[in-house]
């Protein structure tokens, strides 16, 4: 008997802790509802022009850009990139460009992409980034126009 009231005791004074201290709760606060998007991943977008690799970006170099937060790996980048944003973006934000020439909306892998004239396209696999450059010039006129509706939406 003695067993059992010590046992409900720890369990009451667990509960109250819990309870008070908010430690089984849903983390939530209102900073979090605001909370920016981080664009490529983290990866620095000026790198794959400038350096020619994926690279991640730091929040020492951040800047927030149509509600994305997109981060530099060095402070050169950012400046460049706040000079002319539409140089760097990638085509279709940032989603894999192969699966947009097929109608789909795909998240991509920073490391699976190649800059065509100028413009950088991501794609979100070793087999949709090679089947994405065998047929370059007609994928890309796929995605362009897929995107048009796409971004409609």
């Known amino acids: 008997m003695r067993k059992s009231i010590v046992a409900l005791i720890v369990i009451v004074v667990i509960g109250v802790a819990v309870h008070f201290t908010g430690f089984l ?8 509802a605001t909370t920016k998007k981080v664009a490529l991943f983290g990866y620095d977008p000026v790198a794959y022009y400038t350096i020619g690799y994926a690279t991640k970006g730091s929040e020492e170099f951040e800047v927030a850009h149509n509600g994305d937060s997109w981060l530099f790996s060095k402070a050169e980048h950012r400046d460049s990139f706040i000079a002319n944003p539409d140089k760097y973006l990638p085509l279709y934000d940032g989603l894999c460009s192969y699966m947009i020439a097929y109608g789909k909306q795909e998240k991509s892998d920073p490391k699976l992409w190649i800059i065509t004239d100028e413009k950088l396209y991501m794609n979100c696999s070793i087999e949709a980034h090679l089947k994405w450059q065998y047929d370059l010039d007609n994928n890309i006129k796929k995605a362009d126009l897929n995107w048009e509706q796409i971004s409609k939406n």
């Not at 709760?25 to 979090?32: L, N, R, T």
């Open 25 to 32: 709760s849903p983390v939530f606060d209102s900073a979090q």
